[in-house]
Each structure stands twice: as C-alpha cells, then as structure tokens.
T-cell receptor, first 114, second 113 residues
Framework: DGGITQSPKYLFRKEGQNVTLSCEQN?????MYWYRQDPGQGLRLIYY???????QKGDIAEGYSVSREKKESFPLTVTSAQKNPTAFYLC?????????????FGQGTRLTVV | DQQVKQNSPSLSVQEGRISILNCDYT??????FLWYKKYPAEGPTFLIS?????DKNEDGRFTVFLNKSAKHLSLHIVPSQPGDSAVYFC????????????FGKGTTLSVSS
C-alpha cells in the first residue's frame, strides 16, 4: 500500500537531548513537509522540501533541522535548542509544487519531553 | 499574523442537520483552498478542495463555497452524521505552483445523534 509512514508513534526525550523523527513515503512524491500541532494552534509549518538535497525553512524552523538525501525520506531532528518541543508532529508529502496539489499526511509522532 | 482564520473553535450540530464551517483568509495570492478532517492522534485526511476559478465544488455530502471578494470560504456537510465529528482544518495554497499549505487553527465539529 502506498502511503506515508512516521515512526515512532510515541517518543519520549530528556531535556537537552536531540531526537530524530522518521518520515518515509512510497508515493513517489517530490515534495515533503513537516508540521507541528499544538492544542488550539492548528498546524504550523516547520520545514519543507520540494526536491532531493534542497529544503526551506517554514514559520517555526528554529530548533529543528532536516535532511533530504533520498526522495522517499525526510527526517526531522528536534534539537536541544528547541525551547518547547513537546507536541504532535506531522509529516506530509505532495506530488509536486504544481497548482492544485493536495498534501497527504502520515499518522503523526507524539513527542514528549520529560 | 494569521493568514488563514477559522474563528469558531467549535460547532455542535444534530444528526441529519446541516453543518457549516467557515474560514477567512487575508492573502489575496491564495488561489487554491482545501479542507482536511482530523481525528485525535491521527494525521489529517484530505476532504475537498476548490480553486479560485470556481465558487462551488461538491462531493457527495460535502460542498465548499468560495467568495473571493470577501476572502471567505465555507464547508457545508449535509446531512451531518455522528462519524463526521472531528476537527476540520481549512488550508490555502499561496501562489500557482506554490509552497506548503497554510492551515487555520481548526474547528471541532460535534454531531450528536
């Protein structure tokens, strides 16, 4: 089945530690995105990538880093510089930047800092 | 400043009645709009979309209306069913061939039987 897989579903991290969230898609989509959801805040864009080896900062990129070495994969690292990392993280992909392209989402990763 | 606004955090409707969810946007460069449905602890799923060249798009029980002059769109669900209870996000795409979707904060719909 084609889709987007995020892992793990739940993740606990100690303060001061970096942690990497995985996102893999087998939809052959060019573009991939990371969003963060907080209660009452909707979905806020962290980073996006339109093509392999290229990515752009979103609205709340501080404290995060990404890489796009393969078309299928877009891992997100939450660094110790992120002041409030506890949130629900969503990865998405879309066919391309073309007009009228909807994004498809993974099931999300719940990150909790303990 | 929010570019996509969903001013009603919640909406309660009885089964069989119409649900109307509203969304306003400020950026006149937006030309493609989408609605997503989300259950707790799951990713959003695409529901319906509309381009700026149309003012209405219909898919089964779901209809989206776009009023470009008012920078307003709405999602109508008729008839509403208990399974429609979820958070609904409005999203907009800036520019033709644009970048990532910009989302509103969502409206929680509760449909009671």
């Amino acid at each position: 089945d084609g889709g987007i897989t995020q892992s793990p579903k739940y993740l606990f991290r100690k303060e001061g530690q970096n942690v990497t969230l995985s996102c893999e898609q087998n939809l052959n989509h060019d573009a991939m995105y990371w969003y963060r959801q907080d209660p009452g805040q909707g979905l806020r864009l962290i980073y996006y990538s339109q093509i392999v080896n290229d990515f752009q900062k979103g609205d709340i990129a501080e404290g995060y880093s990404v890489s796009r070495e393969k078309k299928e994969s877009f891992p997100l690292t939450v660094t110790s510089a992120q002041k409030n990392p506890t949130a629900f993280y969503l990865c998405a992909s879309s066919r391309d930047r073309g007009y009228g392209t909807e994004a498809f989402f993974g099931q999300g990763t719940r990150l909790t800092v303990v | 400043d929010q570019q996509v606004k969903q001013n009603s955090p919640s909406l309660s409707v009885q089964e069989g009645r119409i649900s109307i969810l509203n969304c306003d946007y400020t950026n006149s460069m937006f030309d493609y709009f989408l609605w997503y449905k989300k259950y707790p602890a799951e990713g959003p799923t695409f529901l319906i979309s509309i381009s700026s060249i149309k003012d209405k798009n219909e898919d089964g029980r779901f209809t989206v209306f776009l009023n470009k002059s008012a920078k307003h769109l709405s999602l109508h669900i008729v008839p509403s069913q208990p399974g429609d209870s979820a958070v609904y996000f409005c999203a907009a795409s800036p520019n033709r061939g644009g970048t990532a979707l910009i989302f509103g904060k969502g409206t929680t719909l509760s449909v009671s039987s």
